[in-house]
């Protein structure tokens, strides 16, 4: 199970801030993309570190497979 | 962290959906839904009334759901707001009042559509995050008049 958090500021003058936070790759884009299809317009667009990592499922696998190597 | 996304508010709704917007506008700011006013105001139309118009850019009051010329008063002292759908479709400002300058009047006019847009935004972004099952950690009203929402969910 993974913990997705979202903060939304909305501004005095109606614009809006989203900090998508613990989803990665594919799940993050969907949020992204749903929000803006929900609020508005993208005016600024900042990926992070975590979006480039694979999603959890992925890496556990990845974990599983370096232990049998052991 | 994962992404930081800025979006510009774009307001499309039916006129319930705008009425709930500007009621709660209206109420953040102190104003009082008035329909009679209008007539009064109309009455000393013979003094100096200045009048300024403001428009929402990015919106669009969906038509179906109301008449032409449905429009909601508001009052705060002897300033009156009207906000009504104009024939673009957009959704307008109308800020009035005898006494009061051009310049006074836009600040009103300019600070009721922001409050307008802010609570518009805030009624849609709630009611889709209960939708999609998120919970609520924190909301608070910061000291810039901004509202910060801050949800989770746990995915599989």
Known sequence: MAQHEVEITISKSGEVRVHIKGAKGKSCLA???????????????????????????????????????? | MSAILV???????????ITAAVAGAAAAMGLVVSESVKETVKESQ??????????????????????????????KGTIELSVKRDERGRCSV??????HSEAELKQVAEEFTQKLTQCFVYD?????????????????????????????????
């Not at chain 2, 009048?51 to 109301?66: G, N, Y």
Request: hydrophobic share 40%.
């Open chain 2, 94 to 99: 109308c800020a009035k009042g005898v006494g």
């Open chain 2, 124 to 156: 849609k972004v709630v009611r889709e995050l209960k939708n999609k099952e998120f919970q609520v950690v924190n909301e608070e009203v910061m000291e810039d008049e901004s509202i910060r929402i801050h949800v989770r969910r746990w995915m599989d």
């Open chain 1, 31 to 70: 949020y992204s993309k749903w929000l803006t299809e929900l609020i508005g317009k993208v005016k600024d667009q900042q990926l992070t570190s975590e979006y480039y990592e694979p999603e959890i499922k992925a890496r556990i696998d990845l974990e599983q497979d370096l232990r049998m190597d052991e």
């Open chain 2, 7 to 17: 979006l510009t508010p774009v307001v499309i709704g039916s006129w319930p959906v």
């Open chain 2, 46 to 75: 013979s003094n100096v009334e200045q009048s300024v118009e403001f428009e929402l850019s990015d919106s669009k009051v969906l038509a179906e759901s109301m008449a032409t010329d449905q429009e909601i008063v508001l009052t």
